[in-house]
């Protein structure tokens, strides 16, 4: 049987956390008693929405059937003595002419269940869901609202007041009449807007308006008075009958000799203590009084997504498998249209036991790996074998499959959902920081294709200050092999004032690049990377792969310089000039400006031959030495001696590289 994962255990586990507070003071018992509560709850849900998907049902006798029982029926049918939770045999019997719809699949209830929600929200924000067909409401700021502006005197209970007759409103019901209004008004909507109808409870709090939606049904909305609470409470048939005590707990009150309401309210509170402690006892014993301080909380998305299934038997290691590939396959697809990415996989199953057949469960649960996760949030086919991997693991610690076993549910959530995970990238951004791919330019460089520039010679140039985020590089061989844009001949010089350089980068629009994953690299993750993250991933493996490595004395004397790419051109903006000698160094400037800086010229540096050597002398020292080590670790390497090498300071320098390096790309691919 598929369930939601907003289960009446929502109701619970709220109520549980309510009981970590401190206990209630006398201010905010009279503040909780001035809310307006209310509670909807949609007439047989599921069978509302199979009628309104096919109308020819609604005046025929319908049964929702999940596996061999029938889970909800229409009012036609309880006419004919078809019950909820009726095996599907027995409603036969009862009723021949039973019209019988699947309903393990739970997608068009949930989707109609989010829309009754957002109906709701769009009126109050204080809504709080319950399962797929209920939904708290605080109404209290709308009533205080209607009350200033409408006289006492006109107002009127709309419904049902329980064990009361209609009555007149007066200043101690005011409120709760002007949240029957609301409840109307509500429920006209819900039906106008979806289709739907269903019950609504008017109370102080969230307990009684749940209690008192229930009195009259279907269709129909009831009111309780404060006065009225204790009668409530006593007409209930026992414990079971109380939301928020559940099934472990109503155990433990019976193990105390609990079992109706009116035991639980005369029981010494220092026993229930030595039992649940103080905090949990007293919060149990006031449920039992009709009080409830909770507020409602708006969930927002679930926290959790889960399918599960129950079965009459499954007793074999390959039934156990199949089944949880079933429900892995539709969850994942829940998954991905959800968006997020889920951190924590849990497994549950329930053993099938004589005495206990319906709370005997049991949960495993575990990390997800995050390649896995992102497979998962992007609908990847290979998540689902991945997960039952990390399924069958579970299993194991749970059961011992050398024994015999019978399991009559299974039960796959994923939980910790988050928004997917940003790519982190390595060291090697330093060489890369755009954030849109650019390709390089393999054509002739027209003028016309520019824009002006301001403080340079170029009359029309694609300017990129050094503080702009969009660096790019090419390999010093493009660069080679590309058009001289101006005239070449002069020897690159190094650059002294950082600030003062401009560069040009050539771009040509709507160009996509398909890059092939190295070797041992999952093609399913490479391909989901961003493009920039691809490029640094293949530069990280030829690191690896290159046989042949390039070596000199590293200049690292600037630790600043021209940041951009190596498909860029620099020139030197001109700076403030003295009257006397601006004439001579316009005139040096403007040869500077029309020249091209080959990388033929650039010192060379102990660098692997596909890194550009002037690009990494302008990186501060501290980096080129984290590089360097980088670099030297991943390969062995041919020395070279050359006059500034010594074996003291190359030892000190990759020490203290090799201890300030943190984070490389190639540690996120390593193939399993």
């Known amino acids: 049987m598929d369930t939601d994962e907003e289960g009446d255990n929502d109701w619970h586990r709220s109520l549980e956390s309510d009981m970590l507070d401190t206990g209630c003071s006398t201010e905010r018992l009279a503040s ?87 109906l709701l929200m769009s009126h109050c924000p204080l809504v709080e869901r319950l399962g797929f067909d209920e939904n708290f409401m605080d109404v209290t700021e709308m009533v205080e609202r209607r009350l200033k502006q409408t006289s006492i005197s006109d107002l009127s209970f709309i419904g049902h007041i329980y064990k009361h007759e209609p009555l007149a409103v007066d200043e101690e019901n005011a409120r709760l009449a002007v949240g029957s209004v609301i409840a109307s008004e509500m429920r006209q909507a819900i039906f106008r807007t979806l289709g739907l109808t269903g019950c609504a409870g008017v109370a102080d709090n969230k307990l009684l308006a749940k209690l008192a939606s229930g009195t009259f049904k279907p269709n129909q909305q009831t009111t309780l008075l404060p006065r009225s609470t204790a009668e409530l409470m006593s007409s209930l048939a026992g414990l079971i009958k109380v939301p928020g005590i559940g099934y472990k707990t109503r155990e433990k009150l019976k193990a105390l000799g609990l079992v109706g309401v009116r035991d639980l309210q005369l029981c010494p509170l220092p026993d229930l203590a030595k039992e649940f402690g103080e905090v949990a006892a ?56 959800d968006g997020r990415q889920p951190h924590t996989f849990r497994l549950t199953i329930r053993r099938y036991t004589v005495t206990n057949r ?10 997800i790996p995050s390649h896995t996760g992102l497979k998962i949030a992007c609908g990847s086919s290979e998540a689902v ?56 330019c393999q054509r002739q460089v027209d003028p016309d294709d520019f824009e002006p520039a301001a403080n340079s010679q170029v009359t029309r140039a694609d300017v990129l200050r050094k503080g702009d985020k969009t660096w ?27 600030s003062q350089v401009t560069s040009i980068i050539i771009r040509e629009p709507e160009k996509t690049v ?13 391909k989901l990377l961003p493009e920039r993250i691809q490029m640094e991933v293949i530069s990280s493996y030829q690191h690896e792969d290159s046989a042949r490595l390039n070596y000199g004395a590293a200049d ?71 590089l360097l080590t980088e670099w030297r670790q991943q390969k062995p390497v041919l020395k070279i001696p050359t006059k500034h090498s010594h074996k003291t300071s190359n030892t000190k320098d990759r020490k203290s590289a090799a201890k300030g390096s943190r984070c490389n790309i190639l540690k996120y691919f390593k193939p399993n």
């Open 282 to 337: 007293k919060r149990i014993q006031n449920l039992a009084w009709g009080i409830d301080d909770s507020p409602v909380t708006p969930a927002g998305p679930p926290q959790s997504l889960s399918d599960e299934d129950s079965f009459k038997k499954i007793s074999t290691l390959e039934e156990v498998q199949k089944k949880t590939e079933e429900l892995l396959t539709n969850l994942t697809e829940r998954m991905r249209k």
């Open 358 to 367: 319906w709370f005997n469960r049991e949960s495993r649960q575990c990390p």
């Open 514 to 526: 398909c890059f092939k994953p190295p070797r041992g690299v999952d093609p399913e993750v490479f």
């Open 385 to 440: 074998p991945q997960l039952l991997s990390l399924s069958e693991k579970l299993f194991h610690k749970m059961v011992d499959t050398r024994e015999p076993f019978h399991l009559t549910l299974l039960n796959v959530c994923f939980s910790n959902l988050q928004a997917k995970s940003s790519s982190r990238g390595s060291i090697a951004s330093f060489f890369q920081k755009s954030p849109t791919t650019q390709t390089t």
């Open 32 to 118: 909780v008693s001035q809310r307006v509560i209310l509670h909807f709850d949609l007439d047989c849900f599921y069978a509302q929405v199979e009628m309104i998907r096919n109308p020819a049902l609604r005046a025929k006798p319908l049964g929702i059937q999940q596996k061999y029982i029938i889970v909800t029926c229409n009012y036609v049918a309880r006419e004919h003595g078809v019950n909820k939770l009726m095996s599907v045999t027995d409603a036969v019997e009862k009723c021949p002419q039973l019209v019988l719809v699947k309903g393990e699949d739970l997608t068009h209830y949930r989707e109609m269940s989010y829309k009754v929600t957002e």
């Open 556 to 626: 690292t004397s600037s630790a600043d310089g021209d940041p951009a790419g190596r498909s860029t051109l620099a020139f030197k903006q001109p700076a403030p000039k003295t009257s006397s000698s601006a004439q001579s160094e316009e005139s040096e400037e403007k040869v500077q400006e029309s020249q091209i800086l080959p990388a033929a010229q650039a010192p060379r540096y102990d660098v692997p031959a596909n890194v550009d050597a002037y690009v990494f002398s302008q990186l501060p020292s501290d980096v080129q030495r984290e």
């Open 472 to 498: 790019k590089h090419t390999s010093t061989q493009e660069l080679q092999t590309q058009p001289p844009l101006i005239n070449a001949t002069s020897p690159r010089k190094p650059v002294s004032e950082p």
